[in-house]
């Protein structure tokens, strides 16, 4: 007997389509920004390192992470307009965002295996974290418009994130836990390292058991999908037709051209910011013991994300008050002093300090830019099609700005001097506003 499944617009089905934030978004909090940099830095300490062999060269570890970073963003730029594609012809959304769910949190997992010893394979294990994780949120984003009608979509997708920060941090916090007091998980030494690095071990093991644990309720309810009309043609290469009829589109756009260029080059610096936040913090502050380490770097996290809420409602009211392109151009002016100050980082407090001024930047400039393209587009029907390229010109932004990052860290032997190469993308960009035609109001 087929399940009749809730219908478009109902409590069921909008609840279920917002739970899967709480499944995955304990991803890209625990693994992207706290635990895995801390580990993976605490790794190469212990062994006493700072370099490791790969494809027969000797590489550092912060440009390591940041070249395979930026080859898994290119991956996902690359492959996602085909599955789209391909999901489009099978009518069959879910299906994709399963395999990639499973996908990211079996890598996860595989995670607790994670050692220098074994680097290809550690790496790999990274690599699909990553590439599951967006892959699969890729697709969950692609449901709102057909789980929530127009006037319901900003409300349940405000849901989405809060049940996602709550949900993470709710785990976060027990993680830490266990990292600072291993002893009162059962967690003890062994041959493989000290106890807080085999709970950091554990803690992998959480996010990709409560990621496939939670994510069973939003599959339950969550549609096949639905087959688009000329979908049927050209399978493969849809996804691709599309964003070449979108660039099509923006010919005589002028102002969302220039808009998005803006964009394209400040997003490269702050999804970078985003990614090695914590591997800079890791590395270039001057901790007095590990356990502060450990400590210090999430309670920085913890303060990023609470800030952020803040700084996003700061940044709505200026808007406001003065307009979109105004508020990003004095957002982005205030990024470049952030850089300049994180060049002079030393002790754990400047750390803290500069912690709370990205937190409060952080939150605004992503809704802000997201908000102000949509008020660039022109009238259409095929909103969904303009944003897949927004997600694409910012994928390709992360591919450019952590590879130069990686580049300028393994150039100069420092990863303060690839900061400031960021503040110049900032710059750039703030620079770049100031051609967007400003005759329009927003």
Same mark, same amino acid.
Request: charged share 15%; glycine share 8%; with cysteine.
């Given at each position: 007997?087929?399940?009749i499944? $809730?219908?478009?617009?109902s409590?069921?089905?909008?609840? @279920?389509?917002?739970?899967?934030?709480? &499944?995955?978004s304990?991803?890209?909090l625990?693994?992207s920004s706290?635990?895995?940099?801390?580990?993976?830095?605490?790794?190469?300490?212990v062994? +006493?390192?700072?370099k490791?062999?790969?494809f027969?060269?000797e590489?550092?570890?912060? $440009?390591?992470?940041s070249y395979v970073?930026?080859?898994?963003?290119?991956?996902?730029?690359l492959?996602t $307009?085909?599955?789209?594609?391909i999901?489009?012809?099978?009518g069959n959304?879910?299906?994709f965002?399963?395999?990639?769910c499973y996908?990211?949190a079996?890598?996860?997992?595989?995670?607790?295996w994670?050692?220098l010893?074994h680097?290809y394979?550690?790496l790999?294990?990274?690599?699909?974290?990553l590439?599951?994780?967006?892959? =699969?949120?890729a697709?969950?984003? =692609?449901y709102?418009p057909d789980i929530?009608?127009?006037?319901?979509?900003?409300?349940?997708?405000a849901?989405?994130?809060?049940l996602?920060?709550?949900?993470?941090?709710?785990?976060?916090l027990f993680?830490?836990?266990?990292?600072?007091? $291993?002893?009162?998980?059962?967690?003890?030494t062994?041959a493989g390292g000290?106890?807080?690095?085999k709970a950091m071990r554990? =803690?992998?093991?959480t996010?990709?058991?409560?990621?496939?644990?939670?994510?069973?309720y939003?599959?339950y309810f969550?549609?096949?999908?639905f087959?688009?009309e000329? @979908?049927r043609?050209?399978?493969?290469l849809? +996804?691709?037709?599309?964003?070449?009829?979108?660039?099509?589109?923006m010919?005589?756009?002028?102002?969302l051209k220039?808009?998005?260029?803006a964009?394209?080059?400040?997003?490269?610096?702050?999804?970078?910011?985003?990614?090695i936040?914590t591997y800079?913090?890791?590395?270039?502050?001057?901790?007095?013991?590990?356990?502060?380490?450990?400590?210090?770097?999430?309670? =920085?996290?913890l303060?990023?994300?609470?800030?952020?809420i803040?700084g996003? *409602?700061?940044? @709505?009211?200026?808007?406001k008050a003065?307009?979109n392109?105004a508020?990003l151009?004095?957002?982005?002016?205030?990024?470049?002093l952030?850089?300049?100050?994180a060049?002079?980082l030393? *002790?754990?407090?400047?750390?803290?300090?500069?912690?709370?001024?990205?937190?409060v930047?952080?939150g605004g400039i992503?809704?802000l830019s997201?908000s102000?393209?949509?008020k660039?587009?022109?009238?259409t029907t095929?909103?969904?099609?303009?944003?897949s390229?927004y997600d694409?010109?910012?994928?390709?932004g992360?591919v450019?700005g952590?590879?130069?990052?990686?580049f300028a &860290?393994q150039?100069f032997?420092?990863?303060?001097? &690839?900061i400031?190469?960021?503040g110049?993308?900032?710059?750039?960009g703030a620079?770049?506003l100031?051609?967007?035609?400003?005759?329009?109001?927003i």
């Amino acid at each position: 007997m087929s399940r009749i499944l $809730p219908i478009k617009g109902s409590k069921k089905l909008l609840n @279920a389509w917002a739970f899967y934030d709480w &499944a995955n978004s304990v991803y890209s909090l625990v693994i992207s920004s706290a635990i895995f940099p801390i580990f993976y830095g605490a790794l190469f300490r212990v062994a +006493g390192i700072e370099k490791v062999v790969v494809f027969g060269g000797e590489i550092a570890r912060a $440009p390591l992470i940041s070249y395979v970073t930026s080859a898994a963003f290119l991956f996902i730029a690359l492959i996602t $307009p085909i599955l789209s594609g391909i999901a489009d012809y099978l009518g069959n959304k879910r299906l994709f965002m399963k395999l990639f769910c499973y996908l990211g949190a079996s890598s996860c997992i595989g995670l607790y295996w994670f050692s220098l010893e074994h680097i290809y394979f550690s790496l790999v294990c990274y690599f699909f974290g990553l590439v599951g994780f967006w892959v =699969s949120f890729a697709f969950s984003n =692609s449901y709102l418009p057909d789980i929530a009608f127009p006037g319901q979509q900003d409300r349940i997708s405000a849901k989405g994130f809060s049940l996602g920060y709550i949900g993470s941090v709710i785990l976060l916090l027990f993680n830490l836990a266990m990292v600072m007091k $291993p002893n009162l998980f059962g967690i003890e030494t062994d041959a493989g390292g000290i106890a807080e690095i085999k709970a950091m071990r554990y =803690s992998f093991l959480t996010v990709g058991l409560w990621w496939v644990g939670f994510s069973q309720y939003s599959f339950y309810f969550l549609p096949k999908g639905f087959k688009r009309e000329g @979908a049927r043609k050209h399978i493969i290469l849809n +996804g691709f037709r599309e964003l070449k009829n979108v660039w099509h589109q923006m010919g005589g756009q002028i102002k969302l051209k220039r808009y998005l260029a803006a964009f394209f080059i400040y997003s490269m610096a702050v999804q970078t910011v985003m990614l090695i936040a914590t591997y800079f913090g890791e590395e270039e502050i001057q901790w007095t013991s590990d356990s502060e380490r450990t400590t210090g770097l999430i309670i =920085s996290i913890l303060l990023i994300q609470l800030v952020a809420i803040a700084g996003a *409602t700061l940044t @709505a009211k200026a808007s406001k008050a003065y307009g979109n392109i105004a508020t990003l151009i004095v957002v982005n002016i205030l990024w470049v002093l952030i850089c300049i100050y994180a060049y002079f980082l030393i *002790t754990p407090m400047d750390f803290y300090i500069a912690a709370g001024c990205v937190g409060v930047v952080m939150g605004g400039i992503q809704a802000l830019s997201r908000s102000t393209y949509s008020k660039f587009l022109p009238e259409t029907t095929d909103t969904a099609s303009f944003f897949s390229f927004y997600d694409v010109a910012e994928k390709i932004g992360i591919v450019i700005g952590t590879f130069l990052y990686g580049f300028a &860290a393994q150039y100069f032997g420092s990863m303060r001097y &690839a900061i400031i190469l960021l503040g110049l993308f900032f710059m750039a960009g703030a620079f770049l506003l100031t051609r967007v035609n400003k005759t329009r109001e927003i």
